[in-house]
C-alpha cells in the first residue's frame, strides 16, 4: 500500500508573512455582502429542500401553500 500522498502539502508559514495572509483572507471573507450571503442561502434551501431522497427531518409543508384543499 502506498502510504505517500500525489499533492504536496502547502509550506507552512510563520511570522509577518503569516499575519498577512491571514489578515487578507478575514478581509476578504468579511467584504461578502449580508444580502449575497442570504441570497445564497435561500438559493441553497430551495434546492435542498427539492430533494425528495435527502436524509434527516423534513420540513412541514405550509397548509395555504398546498394546492390540494383537501389536505
Do not use: H, W
Not at 6 to 35: H, K, M, N, W, Y
Amino acid at each position: 500500500m502506498n502510504t505517500e500522498t500525489s499533492t504536496s502539502l502547502p509550506e507552512c508559514i510563520e511570522g509577518p508573512e503569516a499575519f498577512q495572509s491571514f489578515d487578507a483572507l478575514v478581509d476578504s471573507v468579511l467584504a461578502v455582502p449580508r444580502s449575497t450571503l442570504v441570497r445564497r442561502e435561500r438559493a441553497y434551501r430551495k434546492k435542498v429542500e427539492a430533494n425528495p431522497k435527502r436524509r434527516g427531518p423534513k420540513r412541514k409543508v405550509d397548509p395555504s401553500a398546498c394546492p390540494d384543499p383537501a389536505v
